[in-house]
C-alpha cells in the first residue's frame, strides 16, 4: 500500500512537503508519480520517475515542485515551494510496485488535500 502525510493550507508563496511511503513487503517499482485533481478538473500528472529517471513535470510547476526518492525508506517526496492559489487540489501518489519481481500492480496513495490561500 501507499500512505501519504503531509498536505494542509499554506499561504500563497509558501511551501509544502508531501511523502507517500510503500510498504506491504514491496520489492520493487517502476513508476513513481504524483498527480493532482482540483475540483471540476481531470486528474493532471505533476512529475514522477520512470525505472529511476525523473520523467518530467507538468508545465505550471516547472521550477517550482521538485519530485524525489529515497529508496532506504521506500518513500516519495514532492517538494512544493512557491505555491500559488491555482496549486489547490488533492495531490495522489501511484506507483507500479511488486512484490516477487513477478507480479505487478499499480498502487494509489489515498490522496492528500493541498490548499493555497490567496
Known amino acids: 500500500q501507499l500512505v501519504q502525510s503531509g498536505g494542509g493550507l499554506v499561504p500563497s508563496g509558501g511551501s509544502l512537503t508531501l511523502s507517500c511511503k510503500a510498504s506491504?513487503?514491496?520489492?520493487?517499482?517502476?513508476?513513481e508519480a504524483w498527480y493532482r485533481q482540483a475540483p471540476g478538473k481531470p486528474r493532471e500528472l505533476v512529475g514522477g520517475?520512470?525505472?529511476?529517471?525523473?520523467?518530467r513535470y507538468v508545465d505550471s510547476v516547472k521550477g517550482r515542485f521538485t519530485v524525489a526518492r529515497d529508496d532506504s525508506k521506500n518513500t516519495l517526496y514532492l517538494q512544493m515551494n512557491n505555491l500559488r492559489p491555482e496549486d489547490t487540489a488533492v495531490y495522489y501518489c501511484?506507483?507500479?510496485?511488486?512484490?516477487?519481481?513477478?507480479?505487478?500492480?499499480?498502487?494509489w496513495g489515498q490522496g492528500t488535500q493541498v490548499t493555497v490561500s490567496s
Open positions: 501511484t506507483a507500479r510496485v511488486s512484490t516477487d519481481w513477478t507480479d505487478w500492480n499499480y498502487l
Open positions: 520517475y520512470v525505472d529511476g529517471i525523473v520523467a
Open positions: 506491504g513487503g514491496i520489492v520493487g517499482i517502476t513508476y
